[in-house]
C-alpha cells in the first residue's frame, strides 16, 4: 500500500485549531481531500473577537467597511503565500480556486467564517513515497 505524506506549513499569526472558540485568537482548520492526480485543501478560519479588527483592516484596505472581491482574492492569495504543501519532500504548487467571506459585521461577532479552496497537481509516481 502506498503511502503519502503531505505536509501543510503555514507562517503567520494563524493559530492552531481548538475545541473551543478563543476570542483572543485567529483559528484555523484544514482539510485535504487527495485524488488521483491532485490534492484539494479547503481552509476555514475565524478571527476572534481581540483580533477581528485587525484581520477586517488587513483584508479592507481602502477601508470603506465593504470587502471587495478585489480585496478577498488579495487576502486569500496572501495566505496561499504562506502555505507550502509537499510530497516526499517536492513542493506541490497550490493554486486558489475559491474564496467565500462573511460580513464585516459577522467577523465582528465571531459569526462567519472565511473559506479559502485550493488545489494541487499530484504527479503520478511509483512505489514507496
Not at 12 to 18: D, E, L, N, R, Y
Not at 66 to 92: F, G, I, M, T
Request: hydrophobic share 45%.
Amino acid at each position: 500500500m502506498k503511502r503519502l505524506l503531505i505536509a501543510l506549513t503555514l507562517f503567520g499569526s494563524i493559530a492552531t485549531p481548538t475545541l473551543a472558540h478563543r476570542l483572543d485568537e485567529y483559528l484555523q482548520a484544514t482539510i485535504f481531500s487527495i485524488e488521483p492526480g491532485s490534492v484539494h485543501t479547503t481552509m476555514r478560519l475565524v478571527p476572534g473577537v481581540a483580533v477581528a479588527s485587525g484581520v477586517i483592516a488587513e483584508i479592507d484596505v481602502d477601508h470603506d467597511g465593504l470587502l471587495s472581491p478585489d480585496e478577498q482574492h488579495r487576502y486569500a492569495e496572501r495566505v496561499l503565500a504562506d502555505l507550502q504543501l509537499k510530497e516526499d519532500n517536492l513542493d506541490l504548487p497550490l493554486h486558489l480556486t475559491w474564496v467565500t467571506f462573511p460580513s464585516i459585521d459577522q467577523m465582528k461577532r465571531c459569526a462567519g467564517e472565511i473559506e479559502l479552496a485550493f488545489s494541487a497537481d499530484l504527479p503520478v509516481v511509483r512505489g514507496e513515497h
